[in-house]
């Protein structure tokens, strides 16, 4: 990942919002959580949830999938591993794969990698 790429993902979950709903994604897991019941859970209206949706999967941090008349979002956890890699790629004095393997197995065991071919680009 590059540093203007880090910058990006990490402003859009600068908010207090864009955060809450990430991190209530990422709780959920690879199998998503429709667009409403996000709304719900958050406490935000639709026309706000619908900007707060746009900017994290412009950072590409969410993906979404249409099921019917549903609308999932989904964390990337592809995207958010590469973001905990980016921070602590540089940490025990040049010896990442002490802080990596940790945090990669922790993902791993949690979170596996995403293919989705049924992901859109969608953002409400």
Known sequence: ???????????ALAQ????????????I???????GQIGEEVKVAPATLSFHLKELYHAGLISSRQ????IYYTANFERMAAIMTF????CCQGMPQECLTVVETALGGCCPPQSNPKSTRSQS
């Open 87 to 90: 921070l602590t790629q540089n």
């Open 16 to 27: 207090e919002t864009r955060l809450s709903i990430f991190r209530l994604l990422v709780q």
């Open 1 to 11: 990942m590059e540093t203007k790429e880090a910058v990006i993902a990490l402003a």
């Open 29 to 35: 897991g690879p199998e998503g959580i429709p667009v």
């Open 67 to 70: 099921e019917g008349r549903f």
